[in-house]
Nanobody, 125 residues
């Protein structure tokens, strides 16, 4: 059974950092593309980053470069999202997702087959 479990969210202040984790279990994800998305209240799900497990291919959303960094630990079957200089507009539920096809539409939520339950990030001003 495929499972993605996020953790690491919480309440922080403007300018703080957080690191989210996504532990995967089930079949081998080695050929999957792993993505991070977020969703603010009353807004559509927003693409943050997509990465291969090797880290050789990483694609960031246009407004995500610089403050967000994704990396993987294959030994722990875990994908991480390091977030720095957090702002109130970063508030939302953050999701980890897996795309078994690894296609070109890595930025589209519909491309992903599996999703975690999400972890809440709240940035106070």
């Amino acid at each position: 059974q495929v499972q993605l479990v996020e953790s690491g969210g919480g309440l922080v202040q403007t300018g703080d950092s957080l690191m989210l984790s996504c532990v995967t279990s089930g079949p081998s994800f080695s050929n999957y593309v792993m993505g991070w998305f977020r969703q603010a209240p009353a807004k559509e799900r927003e693409f943050i980053v997509a990465t291969s497990w090797s880290g050789g291919s990483i694609y960031y959303g246009d407004s995500m470069k610089g403050r967000f960094t994704a990396f993987t630990d294959n030994a722990k079957n875990t994908v991480y999202l390091q977030m720095n200089s957090l702002q109130p507009e970063d508030t939302g539920v953050y999701y980890c997702a897996a795309d078994s096809m690894g296609g070109a539409y890595y930025y589209a939520a519909a491309s992903y087959d599996y999703w975690g339950q999400g972890t809440q990030v709240t940035v106070s001003s």
